[in-house]
């Protein structure tokens, strides 16, 4: 099992930035991808960004292409995504998840809400 847990979610001004940090525990393998997904009301579960546990090769929704970094530091067990030039848009509750696929993952954390004002 592995267990995730995020934090840093909060509320921010359009144009501001927020660091989202996902703490993981458990039985994980090198081989893992670790993810971000975002899902906003009514709208369907989007894939935010990814990056494999060993290696750190990433991945990224066209959507938030050069505004999000997905990085992670394999000594805390801990990844993050630090997200700029936010827009209202990007409001949604932000889950962390892992697995063999950056875009299928297994494991699934609570989520944390975002939400950006205009």
């Known amino acids: 099992q592995v267990q995730l847990v995020e934090s840093g979610g909060g509320l921010v001004q359009a144009g501001g930035s927020l660091r989202l940090s996902c703490a993981v525990s458990?039985?994980?393998?090198?081989?893992?991808?670790m993810s971000w997904f975002r899902q906003a009301p009514e709208r369907e579960r989007e894939f935010v960004a990814a990056?494999?546990?060993?290696?750190?090769?990433?991945y990224y929704g066209d959507s938030v292409k050069g505004r999000f970094t997905i990085s992670r530091d394999n000594a805390k067990n801990t990844v993050y995504l630090q997200m700029n030039s936010l827009k209202p848009d990007d409001t949604a509750v932000y889950y962390c998840?892992?697995?063999?696929?950056?875009?299928?993952?297994?494991?699934w954390g609570q989520g944390t809400q975002v939400t950006v004002s205009s």
């Open positions: 458990g039985r994980t393998f090198s081989s893992y991808y």
């Open positions: 990056i494999r546990w060993t290696g750190g090769s990433t």
């Open positions: 998840a892992a697995g063999s696929s950056p875009r299928l993952p297994a494991y």
